[in-house]
Each structure stands twice: as C-alpha cells, then as structure tokens.
T-cell receptor
Framework: SQTIHQWPATLVQPVGSPLSLECTVE??????LYWYRQAAGRGLQLLFY??????ISSEVPQNLSASRPQDRQFILSSKKLLLSDSGFYLC??????????????FGPGTRLLVL | AQKVTQAQTEISVVEKEDVTLDCVYE???????LFWYKQPPSGELVFLIR??????QNEISGRYSWNFQKSTSSFNFTITASQVVDSAVYFC????????????FGAGTTVTVRA
C-alpha cells in the first residue's frame, strides 16, 4: 500500500530564516505530487505541483519554491521566511498513470509557525 | 470566483443525530470530479469519496451517504447517527479539466458532535 510522509511535523522558525520541508511517498512510482498550504481557519491553497522529476508548476507567486530531486521526493523551500508563511503545509500524491483527475491522497502535514 | 461553496461554516449536533453538509459547485465542464475529505483535529486530510459527473447514483458507505444532483450542482454529504469521532472539518472539492484537474476546495464545514 502507498504511504506518504512529511517532516518535520512541527516547526517554529524566526522571520528571515530558511525553510526546507520534505515529503516522500512509498509504494508507488511516478506519482503526481502537490504542496498545499492551509492558513489558520481557512481552506486549502495549492502552491506547487509536479508531474515528474525536475518538473514544477507554481500556482501562487510567493517567496516559496519547490523541487523534486527524486521521483518520490518533493521539497518545499524558502530562502527567507515571512510572518505570512505561517500555516499548515500539506503534501499530496496522485497516481499519474491514470491521469490528473485521479484522487489526491494527503500526508500528515507540517505545522509552521514563523515568529 | 468561488467554484465550490460550503455555506455552513459550523454545525453542532448531539451524538446520534443526523447531520447533512451542503456543497454547491460551479463548472462549465461536462466531465468533472467531486470529492469529500475529512480533516480531524490531527490535521491530516482523509479521502472519503470521489464521484465523476456521469455517475449521479447516490452512494452509501456505512453511516456516510452522498447525494449528487447535477440539476442543482450539489453534492451533499450526510452522516447518520453521528458519533463524537465524526467531529472534524469536512471539505468538498471539485476537479475539472478546464482547470487542469487541480482541486478547488470549499472553505470547509466544521462539525462538532457532542456526547
């Protein structure tokens, strides 16, 4: 069966510090991968998605970036965090071989607090 | 424009009561997909159901049931005989080809089940 991992689970960072959140998927190959952010009390906002190694699509202009160095690894980064980057970050995967319309399955999330 | 509307922000019920969550969507596509996810206090989004636009058959899974009506662009979700463990935020989402099958989430409905 497929599993998706995210770490760290919780992170407290000062404004201006760098960020690296990692997401890995097990039990599947060639997944579509997604990063979402959920601000407190709000819905989910798609940040990035990837259909393959090195292929990243950005949805919202911001100071965040994403990379996919391996097939089942998706990394969310920032060079300098802003207060507004605080939130709950969720990674998701979907089976690419059946198209983008397939179900997305989410990881446990990372809670980021920028102070 | 909001593609998915969940008009109910919060619903509070007593255990064993039924609760219905409304979801109204907007799309011009003839082929699209609708989803419901559950987000318990732990934060992880749990997939509940996926329905394509050509399948209007209602579905029942245990205490959960879904009513899909294309005529009113609604995909409502009912929890029968609610339990405390049903307390969570529930999200409805839409995936459409004209939007590259990205998930458009509603704002979510917080369900609180009191013992």
């Amino acid at each position: 069966s497929q599993t998706i991992h995210q770490w760290p689970a919780t992170l407290v960072q000062p404004v201006g510090s760098p960020l690296s959140l990692e997401c890995t998927v097990e039990g599947t190959s060639n997944p579509n991968l997604y990063w979402y952010r959920q601000a407190a009390g709000r819905g989910l906002q798609l940040l990035f998605y990837s259909v393959g190694i090195g292929q990243i699509s950005s949805e919202v202009p911001q100071n965040l970036s994403a990379s996919r160095p391996q097939d089942r690894q998706f990394i969310l980064s920032s060079k300098k965090l802003l207060l507004s980057d605080s939130g709950f970050y969720l990674c998701a995967w979907g089976p690419r071989d059946r198209g983008r319309q397939e179900t997305q399955y989410f990881g446990p999330g990372t809670r980021l607090l920028v102070l | 424009a909001q593609k998915v509307t969940q008009a109910q922000t919060e619903i509070s019920v007593v255990e064993k009561e039924d609760v219905t969550l409304d979801c109204v969507y907007e799309t011009r596509d003839t082929t699209y997909y609708l989803f419901w996810y559950k987000q318990p206090p732990s934060g992880e989004l749990v997939f509940l159901i996926r329905r394509n636009s050509f399948d209007e058959q209602n579905e029942i899974s245990g205490r959960y049931s879904w009513n899909f009506q294309k005529s009113t662009s609604s995909f409502n979700f009912t929890i029968t005989a609610s339990q405390v463990v049903d307390s969570a935020v529930y999200f409805c989402a839409l995936s459409e080809g004209s939007n590259d099958y990205k998930l458009s989430f509603g704002a979510g409905t917080t369900v609180t089940v009191r013992a």
